[in-house]
């Protein structure tokens, strides 16, 4: 079956540009994360979307970032004004709603803010 | 607060040896572990979980973890290492309640020498 998609696999943009990145998650997974991988380090979250319940935002790093989740399907991130300090691979993960139910991770989208 | 910690940076291990990279974890209650294993340019791919049950763990591509509650440990094994294995690899814990996200330790570059 078809696994955790993300869009573009790659974004170049200037400094001040906004940007939107795309996940479509595993078909039936209700739960959906976003992360952020800078270079050479772990992982850091950022949103999580459950069902649907209000969104958990608490790791955003600015107001600059948002994210939407239409259902239990698409979601999109974007990112406002971007800055040099953006560039990272920006992760989606989705699972099921269990405790015990692993993560499934997409490619990843590697921004690069020039 | 709880975490993992990864305390190497780097593994080297020749190729036919033993390979084990090492996690630590400090939570309240019991843990929820999981191995990832991200390759050049790709996304994290699952190894294997430790939800409760046997402490030995048996995972893809011959991996297996051992869960040690005394020593707050679960490191991840392979009896032989290959060539192919040399990645980047994550522990993980769940974080109980809230939004249940995985927190990430900062991974360990293993590198297998021909």
């Known amino acids: 079956g078809a696994g955790v998609s993300q869009s573009p696999s790659n974004k170049v943009t200037e400094k001040g540009k906004d940007v939107e990145l795309r996940c479509d998650p595993i078909?039936?997974?209700?739960?959906l994360y976003w992360y952020r991988q800078r270079l050479g380090q772990g992982l850091e979250f950022l949103i999580y979307?459950?069902?649907?319940?209000?969104?958990?935002k608490s790791g955003l790093p600015s107001d600059r970032f948002s994210a939407e989740r239409t259902g239990e399907s698409v979601s999109t991130l974007t990112i406002q004004r971007t800055q040099q300090e953006d560039s990272a691979v920006y992760l989606c993960?989705?699972?099921?709603?269990?405790?015990?139910?692993?993560?499934?991770f997409g490619p990843g989208t590697r921004l690069t803010v020039l | 607060a709880q975490s993992v910690a990864q305390p190497e940076d780097q593994v080297n291990v020749a190729e036919g040896n033993p390979l084990t990279v090492k996690c630590t974890y400090s939570?309240?209650?019991?843990?929820?572990l999981f191995w990832y294993v991200q390759y050049p340019n790709r996304g994290l791919q699952f190894l294997l979980k430790?939800?409760?049950?046997?402490?030995l763990v048996k995972g893809s591509y011959g991996f297996e973890a051992e869960f040690n509650k005394s020593q707050t440990s679960f490191h991840l094994k392979k009896p032989s290492a290959l060539v192919s294995d040399s990645a980047l690899y994550f522990c993980?814990?769940?974080?109980?309640?809230?939004?249940?996200?995985?927190?990430f330790g900062k991974g360990n570059q293993v590198v297998v020498i021909p």
């Open positions: 993960a989705s699972s099921l709603a269990a405790l015990r139910d692993e993560q499934f």
């Open positions: 078909s039936g997974h209700t739960a």
């Open positions: 979307f459950q069902g649907n319940s209000a969104p958990d």
């Open positions: 939570v309240s209650g019991n843990p929820y």
């Open positions: 430790y939800i409760t049950g046997d402490n």
């Open positions: 993980a814990v769940r974080i109980l309640g809230g939004n249940n996200r995985l927190a």
